[in-house]
Nanobody, 126 residues
Framework: QVQLVESGGGLVQAGGSLSLSCVVS????????MAWFRQAPGKEREFVAD????????YYADSVKGRFTISRDNAKNTVYLQMNSLKPEDTAVYYC???????????????????WGQGTRVTVSS
C-alpha cells in the first residue's frame, strides 16, 4: 500500500520559515520524481516544485522561486520543502505527490502524479 505522509505545517508570521516533510512508503522512492503542490481556499491546486529521482534537478513555480527549496533524502524515503520569506499568499494546504520514473523536471500538471499525500496546512499571517 502506497502512503505519502506530510508533516511540518502550521501557523507562521509573514517573513518566517517552515519546513515540510513527506515520508513515502510502498513505492520505490529512490526512482520516483517527487513534487509539492498547494491548494489555497477557493482556488485550484497548483504546482509548487518538483525534483528528479536522484535529486540533481529541481524546478520551481515562479511564485516561490528564490524562497522555497525542494530536496530529498532517498535513504529516508523523504522529500522536503523548505519555505523561507513566507507571504500571506502562501497560505494553503500543501501536498506531496509522486509519479513514475522519468528524467524530466518541471512536470506541473497534477494528472501526471499517481500518488498523493493527505496534505498539511500552512497559514501565513500578515
Amino acid at each position: 500500500q502506497v502512503q505519502l505522509v506530510e508533516s511540518g505545517g502550521g501557523l507562521v508570521q509573514a517573513g518566517g520559515s517552515l519546513s515540510l516533510s513527506c515520508v513515502v512508503s510502498g513505492r520505490t522512492f529512490s526512482s520516483d520524481p517527487m513534487a509539492w503542490f498547494r491548494q489555497a481556499p477557493g482556488k485550484e491546486r497548483e504546482f509548487v516544485a518538483d525534483i528528479s529521482w536522484i535529486g540533481a534537478a529541481t524546478y520551481y513555480a515562479d511564485s516561490v522561486k528564490g524562497r522555497f527549496t525542494i530536496s530529498r533524502d532517498n535513504a529516508k524515503n523523504t522529500v522536503y520543502l523548505q519555505m523561507n520569506s513566507l507571504k500571506p499568499e502562501d497560505t494553503a494546504v500543501y501536498y506531496c505527490a509522486a509519479r513514475a520514473k522519468d528524467s524530466r523536471v518541471g512536470v506541473s500538471t497534477q494528472y501526471s502524479y499517481t500518488d498523493w499525500g493527505q496534505g498539511t496546512r500552512v497559514t501565513v499571517s500578515s
